[in-house]
T-cell receptor, first 114, second 117 residues
Framework: NAGVTQTPKFQVLKTGQSMTLQCAQD?????MYWYRQDPGMGLRLIYY???????DKGEVPNGYNVSRLNKREFSLRLESAAPSQTSVYFC?????????????FGDGTRLSIL | AQKITQTQPGMFVQEKEAVTLDCTYD???????LFWYKQPSSGEMIFLIY??????QNATEGRYSLNFQKARKSANLVISASQLGDSAMYFC??????????????FGAGTRLAVHP
């Protein structure tokens, strides 16, 4: 019953360091998503991938890159971390075959940038 | 631009009573969907209920129901017979349109619900 697995769960970086957040799902879902959650705000979409081999920008893509490595895995990279990227990051997936299918979320990565 | 508004930052309810969490949305699209998620203090996001814009009946899932008023652009979550475990943050989210096999969700800021014994 793994569902969506995110690693790491916690990370502290210094400004300017780079880091890749990993996400894998075992539900054979087509679509995958990366969100960030800041205090007092709902989740905001960073990037999404409708299928293997495709990625697109969401609402807040600046400062991030993504890779859809295969159908299971969707990684998020911070090339040069900034304090404004301190947040909780969620990966999600859904089957991508019908509109009423909910997204399944990982447990989140809490990232602090000093 | 699409937008979700949750006007209640915090709510409390007595155990076993019903509570309504408000959600209003703004969209110019005729086809859209509304989702409610629960986020306990442990942090995970748990899907609760879905309502499509063309659904004629209000959605229900166990103790959760959605009071969907299309003309008012509201999709309020009703939790009946509240339990202590219902204490959490609740998010309303909207999908505008559908195509290409993905759901781009816009989330509201959330409502924190506290259930008192």
């Amino acid at each position: 019953n793994a569902g969506v697995t995110q690693t790491p769960k916690f990370q502290v970086l210094k400004t300017g360091q780079s880091m890749t957040l990993q996400c894998a799902q075992d539900m054979n879902h087509n679509s995958m998503y990366w969100y960030r959650q800041d205090p007092g705000m709902g989740l905001r979409l960073i990037y999404y991938s409708a299928s293997e081999g495709t990625t697109d920008k969401g609402e807040v893509p600046n400062g991030y890159n993504v890779s859809r490595l295969n159908k299971r895995e969707f990684s998020l990279r911070l090339e040069s971390a900034a304090p404004s990227q301190t947040s909780v990051y969620f990966c999600a997936s859904d089957p991508g075959t019908e509109a009423n299918q909910p997204q399944h979320f990982g447990d989140g990565t809490r990232l602090s940038i000093l | 631009a699409q937008k979700i508004t949750q006007t209640q930052p915090g709510m409390f309810v007595q155990e076993k009573e019903a509570v309504t969490l408000d959600c209003t949305y703004d969209t110019s699209d005729q086809s859209y969907g509304l989702f409610w998620y629960k986020q306990p203090s442990s942090g995970e996001m748990i899907f609760l209920i879905y309502q499509g814009s063309y659904d004629e009946q209000n959605a229900t899932e166990g103790r959760y129901s959605l009071n969907f008023q299309k003309a008012r652009k509201s999709a309020n979550l009703v939790i009946s017979a509240s339990q202590l475990g219902d204490s959490a943050m609740y998010f309303c989210a909207m999908r505008e349109g559908y195509g290409g096999g993905y759901n781009k969700l816009i989330f509201g800021a959330g409502t924190r619900l506290a259930v008192h014994p």
